[in-house]
């Protein structure tokens, strides 16, 4: 499966990524101008927050999102393999938000829903990884048993 | 993040284009694709580094940096962002005219006019001074007073531009506070032109509108040509003009003042196409002032073994001797292109060009606005821009305004645009213009093509032509049904003049939207305590549309008689 590699020494911080992933993904009418104004605010998915590394979900092999649960509303793509939020089902307990290792599930009080990044699964491509301007985002193929790419505990019970 | 897909409405703009990508020469355009997509913050001016705390940015997502580091929140950036176009473009103004009165005092030239030329020096000096400035007193006095009462009076560069300039750097200030020192700071821009006009004329004496060739089929294949780029001061142009003269030398221009008395510098092409007049081959050597100049000629020049000389250097020197030497750069550079080879395509097109406000009859253009002849009078402004085709949103918008019986008149780059498409052509004035608009252009002379051309940016055309309409109509600017409108604006300068244009209270929409956009309170501002304040609104249009529906707005925005 394909996941998004980030490349810390050639990010700079500029939020085009986040800003970018608030209009398309996060906004109601896709255009720049609109989605800065539109009530209630935006949620991106992806964020750049102290140091030069923009958080995304990792797409992890065995995801504790989704063994936490309670109801099957955190899925994973059968035929992609990447885990996303089915919205119309989401009870907003956050119990995703308690376990992600990586911190990347935004309990969305005004959505009422968990809100992640599902690495734009229904677009050709991730539009953070279109728009970074130094291509500190890309594009790969995530290697097999690489652990920087997926959070993959063995299970043990 | 818009794509153009189509790059030019210019055939022979075209031509090039192709020739460019087959030996992948980048130009403007690749340029432009190549910096996709552009920086959302800095697009909507929600950035801001006018510290070195920074660069901040307030993220329209995000709460925890919703303000920057010294606290300017997102009204404020957007403000600023305003701000800071205004004051570089008003100073873009001040630049020309301060340049221009230099080599006046100088001696450089001799002024035709000796008596007013020394009363406007001393006049230009007074914007430094107690900014008691005489040209003011050609404004109407309700409309000066109207900016004493607001406080937006340029009352001299310290306290028009200085001050201004300084509420980038600190302090409280609300949006409409910061705001109105921003249009202080354009009409400082606005006094600025006004002075330069006149010293103009009052050096070269007045210009009369002649018919001009423009495009690239005016360049010649078998003497040397010198092409002039940008602003720098007229004397020097009208030395290089002299110097040349009766030596088989043509010198022409590009995003330049066309017109010194008795010389005509015959526009090449506009804006968006300033690189292609290198490809054809037939540029020997090109002046290169300050502004409106792309910094990519330098290294496109060398391609076809152009010399490039920019005026605007420390220590130039006499501006005689100087003139003297670009001329005889100009014939050694035209020997030693003997092997470049000149491909001129025969397209080119004649205009009217060069009105002053004093050849056109306000009182019948007054005449027929009350009458209803005409729906209005539109100003049609700005460059180029690369975010559009270039020249299709001028043109036709202009048709579609003719078409509608508004009549038009234009300034600086926006003029060349049109006059590629025969808009100012009078030969071919009635066939885009309504019924009403034809009798009112044909009774207002012989030679009026359907838009009229009031002179480049470096002459005060378009202003004095409103303040005789105000004069002639016995009205406030604000109660005419005028419409300014940019269309494909890209420079400060059109930010500058678009904001002096809305205190002067004639409603202006500007194209691309203005940097402000993150802020609904600014753009707010700009419409509602603008309308206010002056009686006109400063459209930030955010919304894509087709050049009719500008057409259509541009229609709808003008005031019932």
Not at chain 2, 312 to 318: D, F, H, M, Q
Not at chain 2, 387 to 393: A, G, I, L, N
Request: hydrophobic letters at 40%.
């Amino acid at each position: 499966m394909k996941v998004i590699k980030v490349d810390p020494d050639k990010c700079t911080q500029c939020h085009t990524c986040d800003l970018w992933c608030g209009i398309e993904i996060g906004s109601e009418r896709k255009e720049l101008n609109d989605a800065i104004h539109e009530k209630p605010q935006p949620v991106p998915r992806v964020y750049v927050e102290g140091s030069n590394f923009p958080l995304h979900c990792r797409h992890c092999e065995v995801a504790p999102c989704i063994d936490a649960c309670p109801n099957g509303t955190m899925r994973r793509d059968p035929t992609t393999g990447l885990v996303y939020v089915y919205e119309p089902t989401c009870i907003a307990c956050w119990m995703c938000v308690m376990v992600c290792p990586f911190g990347i599930i935004a309990p969305s009080a005004s959505f009422h829903t968990a809100v992640k990044c599902d690495r734009c699964r229904n677009m050709e491509y991730p539009i953070c990884v279109d728009v970074c301007p130094t291509k500190a985002l890309v594009l790969e193929e995530r290697e097999e048993g690489a652990t920087w790419y997926g959070y993959a505990p063995k299970r043990s019970y | 993040m818009d794509f153009v897909q189509r790059k030019t409405e210019d055939s022979v703009v075209d031509y090039f284009l192709k020739e460019a990508a087959e030996k992948e020469i980048p130009l403007v355009w690749d340029r432009y694709e190549g910096s996709l997509p552009q920086c959302g913050f800095c697009e909507t001016g929600l950035n801001c580094r006018d510290c070195l705390q920074g660069p901040c940015i307030s993220h329209p997502f995000r709460d925890q940096n919703k303000v920057g580091v010294c606290g300017k929140d997102k009204d404020i950036l957007a403000v600023h962002s305003f701000v800071r176009l205004v004051v570089q473009g008003a100073m873009g103004y001040l630049d020309q005219l301060t340049d221009f009165a230099r080599g006046v005092e100088a001696k450089e030239g001799s002024p035709k006019r000796k008596q007013e030329a020394d009363k406007i020096l001393k006049d230009i000096q007074k914007i430094l001074g107690n900014g008691d400035i005489e040209v003011m007193k050609k404004f109407p006095k309700t409309l000066t007073d109207g900016w004493k009462a607001t406080g937006v009076y340029p009352d001299g560069i310290a306290s028009a531009l200085f001050k201004v300039s300084q509420k980038l750097d600190g302090g409280v200030g609300n949006v409409e506070e910061t705001l109105l020192w921003a249009f202080k700071g354009a009409l400082m821009g606005c006094v600025a032109q006004v002075l330069q006009g006149r010293l103009k004329t009052s050096v070269f004496g007045d210009p009369a509108p002649t018919n001009v060739e423009v495009n690239l089929g005016v360049l010649p294949k078998d003497i040397p040509v010198v092409l002039l780029y940008g602003h720098f001061s007229p004397l020097l142009k009208l030395k290089i003009a002299d110097a040349a003269k009766g030596k088989k030398i043509k010198v022409m221009g590009v995003c330049t003042d066309s017109f010194i008395a008795p010389y005509i510098f015959p526009p090449v092409t506009n804006y968006g196409s300033q690189e292609i007049p290198l490809m054809t081959g037939a540029v020997d050597l090109i002046v290169i002032g300050d502004q409106c100049v792309n910094p990519s000629l330098a290294e496109l020049a060398k391609i076809w073994k152009v010399e490039v000389v920019p005026t605007e250097v420390l220590n130039r020197g006499g501006l005689s001797s100087f003139a003297k030497e670009i001329v005889e750069k100009a014939q050694e550079a035209f020997k030693a292109r003997s092997e470049v080879s000149r491909n001129i395509p025969n397209i080119k097109e004649s205009g009217v060009m060069g009105f002053s406000a004093k050849d056109i009859d306000v009182n019948k253009v007054a005449k027929a606005v009350a009458d209803g002849k005409i729906k209005g009078i539109a100003i049609l402004a700005g460059c180029n821009n690369v975010k559009f085709t270039q020249d299709h949103e001028i043109v036709s918008i202009a048709r579609e305004l003719l078409k509608k019986d508004v009549f038009c008149v234009s300034e600086g780059c926006a003029s060349v645009g049109l006059a590629k498409f025969g808009l100012l052509n009078s030969k071919q004035r009635d066939v885009n213009c309504g019924k009403g608009l034809s009798a009112l252009l044909a009774s207002l002379g012989k030679n009026v093509p359907a838009v009229v051309d009031l002179g480049s940016c470096e002459n005060s055309g378009v202003t004095d032509f409103l303040l005789s309409m105000s004069s002639a109509g016995k009205k406030h600017l604000k109660e005419f049904p005028i419409v300014a409108c940019f269309p494909e604006a890209n420079r400060t300068k059109a930010v500058a003049r678009a904001a002096w244009t809305v205190a002067m209270g004639v409603p202006t929409y500007f194209w691309p939207f203005l940097p402000v956009t993150g802020s609904q309170k600014t753009i707010d501002t700009l419409s509602g305590f603008c309308e206010e304040k002056f009686g006109a609104k400063l459209h930030v249009v955010t919304q894509k549309m087709e050049y009719k529906e500008k057409a259509e707005l541009l229609v709808r925005s003008l005031k019932k008689v």
